[in-house]
């Protein structure tokens, strides 16, 4: 079956360092996102690609990058990790409009 | 900003009694998306509602959405304590290309 998987699951990290969280999905889908997810505020997009080598800014991307060099990998990347980055990450994959979205299990990073 | 805003924030009742949810939205959709969430775990897809309908059911599920108001409802009818969840509203803005912004959630609490 089709899948969508985040790895790892949970993270610790320390201020300062650059963190990677991994997102695949085998659906094929073109479309792919990375929200954050904290109490109080709902799921905030952060990147979006709509396909290879495609990349977009979301309403929280200060401090993140992604880079999309196929089509089943979406990483996101904190380039430096800092404290209020905190939080649940979801990678998010869908196939075209008017369509639902499949999400991941989700990663928990801890900034110390 | 979200664009959807979701009342209320958390709800509690009884087996048996019916859910309602209700979300509100800004801008022009071309379709919402409601979601549901266990605890701990990633976003599943309940149910897709197009601009042009006007109320979808699937099972116990009962959405509507009234463009003219901007505004959508999820009813449960006959709620179950396997229904205990958050659930979020996510629209598809037109002329965003494909993007899901979601609400801040409802968090349901359904007591045996």
């Not at chain 1, 085998?26 to 109490?39: A, E, G, I, V």
Request: charged share 20%.
């Amino acid at each position: 079956d089709a899948e969508i998987t985040q790895s790892p699951r949970h993270k610790i990290t320390e201020t300062g360092r650059q963190v990677t969280l991994a997102c695949h999905q085998t659906w094929n889908h073109n479309n792919m996102f990375w929200y954050r997810q904290d109490l109080g505020h709902g799921l905030r997009l952060i990147h979006y690609s709509y396909g290879v080598q495609d990349t977009n800014k979301g309403e929280v991307s200060d401090g993140y990058s992604v880079s999309r060099s196929n089509t089943e990998d979406l990483p996101l990347t904190l380039e430096s990790a800092a404290s209020s980055q905190t939080s649940v990450y979801f990678c998010a994959s869908r196939d075209t409009l008017n369509t639902e979205a499949f999400f991941g299990q989700g990663t928990r990073l801890t900034v110390v | 900003s979200q664009q959807g805003e979701e009342d209320p924030q958390a709800l509690s009742i009884q087996e048996g009694e019916n859910a309602t949810m209700n979300c509100s939205y800004k801008t022009s959709i071309n379709n919402l998306q409601w979601y549901r969430q266990n605890s701990g775990r990633g976003l599943v897809h309940l149910i897709l509602i197009r601009s042009n309908e006007r109320e979808k059911h699937s099972g116990r599920l009962r959405v509507t959405l009234d463009t003219s108001k901007k505004s959508s409802s999820l009813l449960i009818t006959a709620s179950r304590a396997a229904d205990t969840a958050s659930y979020f509203c996510a629209t598809d803005a037109y002329n965003q290309g494909g993007k899901l912004i979601f609400g801040q959630g409802t968090e349901l609490s359904v007591k045996p």
